[in-house]
């Protein structure tokens, strides 16, 4: 079975910056469209942003200007740079990847904005 294993989720206060990371398996990141998903608690699972083979991305306009998204094709890792959070910014992060006839979850990342 696929496993995605995110990392670099925590705790930091509003204003501040925080680094996600995701591994994948060389033979689904090569085709995969990645993405970062997020669930606040009560709340659906949204897409964060994605970003495809060709490094053509895509943003959540709650996110733009403050998150880069980046996958390193070499080491097989897709990044999240968060900038500028923000409390409701609060939820699990989860590192996705759908390739047409896939489509794998990782367990997800826990960030917390709070003072």
């Known amino acids: 079975q696929v496993q995605l294993q995110e990392s670099g989720g925590g705790l930091v206060q509003p204003g501040g910056s925080l680094r996600l990371s995701c591994a994948a398996p060389?033979?689904?990141?090569?085709?995969?469209?990645m993405g970062w998903y997020r669930q606040a608690p009560g709340k659906q699972r949204e897409l964060v942003a994605s970003?495809?083979?060709?490094?053509?991305?895509n943003y959540a306009d709650f996110v733009k200007g403050r998150f880069t998204i980046s996958r390193d094709s070499a080491k097989n890792t897709l990044d999240l740079q968060m900038n500028s959070l923000q409390p409701e910014d609060t939820a699990v992060f989860y590192c996705?990847?759908?390739?047409?006839?896939?489509?794998?979850w990782g367990r997800g990342t826990q960030v917390t904005v709070s003072s």
């Open positions: 996705n990847a759908n390739g047409g006839l896939f489509n794998v």
């Open positions: 060389g033979n689904i990141f090569s085709i995969a469209v």
């Open positions: 970003i495809v083979r060709g490094g053509r991305t």
